[in-house]
């Protein structure tokens, strides 16, 4: 089936508002998760909402919540999110450190204790709203692993994404790099799973360590594992996603120690840069408008499929679902319908 955005977000929203969400709040979360479904990240999109409810009953997501400063350092800001709803709390953290790196020129900025934040590219969008560059490691508490490491047969990591953003032109379309360091986000194994498909080869393993395509081992006890992208280089920005966005932070890292209540808790480390303060604006514009269309000038490797850069797929995939809907499979759909009844939100006449 499919589903138009804007009724779509107004359904999530009225979840969430029964999940005590005041208005702004509950429009804010639910048009980032529908904007996740319009972009072709479905993982992180309105299949999430479930999660979301399950979490809030049982007291490990807290709506209404706004981001608290805990440090104050000039050009250093760090941030507690206090289980809030992770989109609220890292947008407000964001803000707050775009408005100190017009003063300061660069900011580092830690976010701790975020419920799932989503869709770590929001975070970006908000530093090029203001005209900066920003860079963007996040980890993942709360959780059983589900990564491998390379070489490893069982999971290590969760997903663990990074995420950079440079500014566009007037010729020139943002370019927004947003990847888990896994090979496929955790959420696309759901997905597959809950439309009766199997994975590609390389993307996970069973919980004896042994390769296949069956997504739902990640969901079995005892789990299967995701396995890193590009073998040992993603194992290692996995890594440093732990020791920066979990240890920099004060929020935590995976090693078991720390505490697993089975939900989502997202730590984030973040530099924002004003490119003003480093070189001319006008300059920096044309070479972004020559590097990007140099590369995209490279000839095809499959001449019917062109080359593309970060954030040409988003965009694509954003104007074909906005005009023709979202693909929403049927046992998403009665999930998600499921955890609104269960909130006592009536089924949507869409």
């Given amino acids: 089936m499919r589903v138009l955005a804007d009724p779509l977000t107004q359904f999530v929203a009225t979840v969430f508002e029964k999940m005590d969400s005041p208005p702004e709040e509950a429009a804010l979360v639910a048009g980032s998760l529908v904007k996740a479904n319009l972009m072709g990240h479905d993982s992180h999109g309105v299949g999430l ?37 992770g989109r609220r709390v890292g947008g407000e953290a964001m803000e707050a450190a775009a408005k100190r ?10 976010l701790r204790n975020a419920h799932h934040i989503g869709r770590v590219g929001a975070y970006g969008e908000i530093a090029m709203g203001h005209g900066l560059v920003s860079l963007h490691f996040v980890n993942v508490t709360d959780h059983l692993p589900s990564v491998a490491p390379w070489g490893g047969g069982e999971a290590r990591f969760v997903t663990n994404p990074v995420c950079i953003a440079v500014p566009g032109t007037a010729e020139t379309p943002p370019t927004l790099l947003d990847m888990a360091t896994s090979r496929i986000a955790l959420g696309k194994a759901r997905v597959a799973m809950s439309k009766g498909e199997n994975l590609d080869d390389g993307v996970v393993i069973d919980a004896a360590g042994k390769a296949t395509n069956d997504p739902a081992v990640m969901y079995e006890d005892p789990r299967g594992a995701l396995l890193p992208f590009g073998e040992h280089k993603g194992s290692g920005l996995a890594l440093m996603c732990e020791l920066l966005a979990g240890g920099l932070s004060g929020g935590g890292t995976i090693q078991p120690g720390n505490p697993r209540r089975h939900s989502i808790v997202n730590n984030m480390f973040a530099v924002l840069v004003d490119p003003a303060r480093l070189v001319d604006h006008d300059w920096l514009r044309a070479e972004i408008d020559a590097t990007v269309a140099y590369v995209k000038s490279a000839r095809p490797a499959d001449p019917g499929t062109p080359v593309i850069v970060a954030g040409d797929s988003e965009r694509a995939r954003t104007a074909e679902r906005t005009a023709a809907g979202i693909e929403v499979n049927e046992a998403a759909w009665e999930e998600l319908l499921a955890a609104a009844a269960g909130l006592g939100v009536e089924r949507p006449p869409l």
């Fill in 49 to 85: 909402v479930a999660t979301y409810v399950r979490h809030f009953e049982s007291g490990l997501l807290k709506p209404g919540t706004s981001v608290d400063c805990v440090k104050d350092d000039g050009a250093i800001l760090m941030f507690d999110g206090r289980r809030g709803f």
């Fill in 101 to 110: 790196c017009r003063d300061t020129g660069v900011v580092l900025m830690t």
